[in-house]
C-alpha cells in the first residue's frame, strides 16, 4: 500500500470496480497520533483478494456492485465492507470535500 505512514491503526479504502475488476482505489490511514495518510493500492495488488470475496458474496448471475469501502482495524481485526451500487460519485474527492472526505471515511467501529 503506497503512503501508509509506519504506525497506522485503521484504514479506509476505497476500491471502485469495472465489469469486476478492480478499475482504481484510493483512502486513508489513520494513526495514534491524529496523523492522517493518503493511500492507494496497486490494482494488480488486490484483485485476487478481491474477486475471491466477490464470488464469496455474489452468483455469477448477480450485478456487482460500482464500489466497496473497506474500513479496517488494524489491533482489533475488526473490518466492515459497505457496498454502493448505484451512485458512482459516492466516496469521490472533489475539490470541495477534499479537506473532510478523510473524515467522512474515517472506521467508527462500536
Known sequence: MRGAAEGWRTLS???ELRDGRVG???GYTYSPDGAVSAV???PSGILPAVQAYL???YTPDQKLPLKLLVQFNRDSGQFEITYEDADATRWKVTP???DTVSDELRPAFT
Open 13 to 15: 479504502i476505497v476500491v
Open 24 to 26: 482504481n482505489t484510493f
Open 40 to 42: 492507494a493500492s496497486r
Open 55 to 57: 464470488a464469496d458474496k
Open 96 to 98: 470541495e470535500n477534499i
